[in-house]
């Protein structure tokens, strides 16, 4: 869990118990993927392009002369062409220089500024197969030109020829629907040129990912690198480091490095796995409208003399939870990708209830409703009733301490005083008004307790629901990221880095507001409250909200919605228990239950207890000092 969700949590936490305690108040039809096309660059000399940063080598195994190996070095001079494979969700350029892929493009998907969303463009992604030669050099195939053909309009090979016979190839198969690309490396006839000892094959993948969002921030606090165990738990790099790295020596079914709604997944099929994994990130800075250098490097086994196989896939998609589900179904436990918990929902607790009842309802509420507006509105209204009766049980405590309010302003006049023994002796004369009259004041703060989790869990799904972006909703052009209502261009010290960013979200304005006046309200009918602690009582509505709004005024408009309707519908239920509670009957309730004989237990009696034996020992102590 990053920092910024923890004080998330930790705000909305606060904010229950305080007013708890203190106030109590439709899918397209899959095309034929279009065939590859391609496209001749300007001629590039590999031989003297530079060394991709960062990569280092060990002084018994360098990189290979242009002239060293002849086969390779007649490669290495010729020019590198693009083709172009594409369905009618995904389009991936490649480059005959490196056999790798240099762009991919989603069709459905615009970017912050209008464009077409890019995973990646040319130089943004690199895919390294180095080879350990006989001469102990090592051969970087991200330098080679290599051959391309076409068997069909949905698979291109990249072959690296040696001779007639002897071959390195990478074998790119487009789905005709779907982001998962496939991809097959094979060998033949390559022992007379490699290193005898040559069972794992050396893969490195480096991406900068590029920025898509509009709040850089919060693109940036879930962009990181997911990898996955086989058959075991799916784990990340912390993403709120400037840099990162780690080194994973079990073998890893997968590798991703992805953004806040999209990822580029390396993963290996059947029984390739990833060994030797070493993974790291840099932060860009904000100015590049790059969000991180990702790199990764390990191993795979495959002899690549003998002419073996090892099968792979490049998923390179959206975070969407339901497709990445279904790519699970009705695959063993022990195979399945797991693709899904690359999207953060919160960890356990959390995950559950939005996996389990949030994200069933949505898909039930995107069945017969477009606008995502109105599902976070009926959604909303559903937990709301669903949470109703702890909701009015908490309502009906606020009724007691309200109707009790004369009876403890008397205790307080007749133990007036701020010396310990008068405080305690008016503390023990209330708890002993609230236990005879079956009252407590924190029974109205369990229930509001107990709704914490929702309030948790949605904080975690909005902010990471794909079905959010780029959908519109009144003012708001696209749900995910903020909504400006105000919005300038140079920076205010403090206040820019205070507010997360130039702008004021309308959506958080408005939750804030609503949230003064429902604080403000519930303080004025709230009882028990007197003195230092009413004054108090006063200010906290405003710092609390003002809190909030500097946290959220970044975040996403679908979750500052969600609050602003929540607030209002608890309004209108804390108006409509002012009508349904008749407090003079909660009051002779209360006054019957007084003139019954109360046998001490639970927490009220043991709170008395602690109480009397603290008056015994500081009685004790006064003797002592006279």
Known sequence: ??????????????????????????????????????????????????????????????????????????????????????????SVTFTTQGAMPVSAELADYKSYDSTQVRLFAPGDFVLNLPIRTNQNQILETKDLIWQASQPNDSTLQMTLPIDSSSYLRIIYTMPHEGYMLGMA??????????????????????????????????????STI???????????LKETKMTQEKDVREKIQWVAMKDKFFSTVLIGLGDTRLEENKMSFTTEPKETNYIKDCKYQGAFAMDIRDGRKANFALFMGPLDYNM?????????????????????????LFRWINVTLIRPLINFLQGFISNWGIIILLLTIIIKLVLSPLTFKSYLSQAKMRVLKPQVEAIN??????????MMKRSQATMQLYRNAGASPMSGCLPMLLQMPFLIALYMFFPTAIDLRGESFLWVKDLSTYDPIISWSTDIPFITGLLGGNHISLFCLLWAVTNIIYSRYTMSMSGGASG?????????????????????????????????????????????????????KVLA?????????????????RLEQMQKEQEKLMREQNKKRR
């Not at 190996?69 to 007649?74: H, K, T, V």
């Not at 040129?193 to 993948?205: G, R």
């Not at 006049?413 to 008068?422: R, W």
């Open 413 to 422: 006049a007749k133990y007036a005083g701020d010396d310990q023994q008068m």
């Open 1 to 90: 869990m990053n920092k910024s969700n923890l004080i998330g949590i930790v705000l909305i936490g606060v904010v229950i118990v305080v007013y708890s305690v203190f106030l109590l108040p439709k899918q397209k039809p899959a095309s034929t993927p279009t065939p590859a096309t391609d496209t001749t660059q300007v001629a590039t000399n590999a031989a003297t392009a530079p060394a991709e940063e960062g990569q280092t080598t060990s002084d018994a195994a360098k990189p290979a002369p242009v002239d060293s190996l002849y086969a390779f070095s007649q490669l290495m001079a010729q020019s590198a062409k693009e083709y172009t494979m594409s369905n009618d969700k995904l």
């Open 185 to 222: 490396i094979e060998a033949q006839g390559l022992g007379s040129l490699l290193h005898s000892n040559n069972a794992m094959q050396d893969l490195e993948m480096s991406l900068r990912i590029p920025r898509q969002e509009l709040s850089w921030k919060f693109e940036n606090q879930y």
């Open 532 to 584: 230092s602690q009413m004054k108090m009582m006063r200010f906290m509505p405003y710092m609390m909200t003002i809190m909030f709004f500097i946290f959220f005024n970044s975040n996403a408009a679908g979750l500052t919605y969600y609050y602003f309707i929540s607030t209002l519908i608890t309004i209108l239920q804390f108006l409509a228990s002012r009508l349904l509670i008749n407090e003079d």
């Open 589 to 605: 309730r209360l006054q019957e239950n007084q003139k019954k004989p109360k046998k001490k237990k639970g927490f009220m009696a």
């Open 324 to 348: 990445l589900k279904s790519i699970d179904a009705g695959v063993d436990k022990a195979q399945r990708l797991d693709l899904k918990r690359m999207i953060y929902v919160g960890g356990s």
């Open 226 to 236: 997911y990898y996955k165990y086989p058959g075991d738990d799916v784990e990340k």
